[in-house]
């Protein structure tokens, strides 16, 4: 899978080889799952998922931002952003490290 993104498909075709359900189950658990992290974002919960790491929202103020071409000066929104903090486990295996991922 190098060099390519992990998409939803992915995700579907995976549950469906090792989970025993069918195809349309497995679209299905897979749109659940991801619609309830993304409800859980847009209230402003955090998404801890053991193993592997913790989704949360952050507010970000109004600030002034530059047009890096131009240099004019460009007022940036404020808005909500999604940060993504790996856990050690994650850390540990992307680096090589024998950890086990739980669950």
Do not use: W
């Amino acid at each position: 899978m190098a060099g390519r993104n992990l998409t939803r498909v992915d995700l579907t075709e995976a549950v469906y080889q090792k989970g025993g359900f069918s195809r349309m189950e497995s679209a299905e658990l897979v749109s659940q799952v991801l619609a309830k992290i993304c409800d859980c974002l847009a209230a402003g919960e955090d998404v801890k998922l053991s193993g592997f790491g913790l989704f949360a929202v952050r507010d970000k103020t109004q600030r002034v931002g530059r047009n890096p071409r131009t240099g004019v000066e460009v007022p940036i929104e404020p808005r909500r952003v999604v940060t993504f903090r790996p856990s050690h486990v994650l850390k540990a295996h992307i680096n090589g490290a024998p950890a086990e991922i739980e669950g």
